[in-house]
């Protein structure tokens, strides 16, 4: 068995962390802008290890967002599967 590597264990992290923000998908989606604007401007994505709570809540609502997408592509796939049997 392999060791889990500091990345691995970011990403189960970061897949925690996004089933508990508390924010709803219209909210998340009006700060999208905001979080592209933050992400041009500093040259990276946000970081929920910062002290910056701003920075800190931009990157919960990216997780956020990335779940969702992940949750409707995965829906999207599974509708595609039924049609096709």
């Known amino acids: 068995m392999s060791p889990v590597t500091p990345s691995v264990l970011r990403i189960i992290e ?14 998340a ?6 979080i ?17 709570p701003t920075e800190k809540h931009y990157a919960e609502v990216l ?3 990335q779940r969702r997408k992940e949750q409707r592509e995965a829906q999207r796939r599974a509708e595609t599967m039924e049609v096709a049997e």
């Open 63 to 65: 997780l956020f967002l």
């Open 29 to 34: 989606v009006a700060l999208w802008p905001k």
């Open 14 to 27: 970061g897949a925690i962390a996004a089933t508990r923000v508390d924010i709803s998908e219209e909210e």
């Open 36 to 52: 592209q604007q933050w992400a041009k401007v500093n040259a990276r994505r946000p970081d929920r290890g910062s002290d910056d």
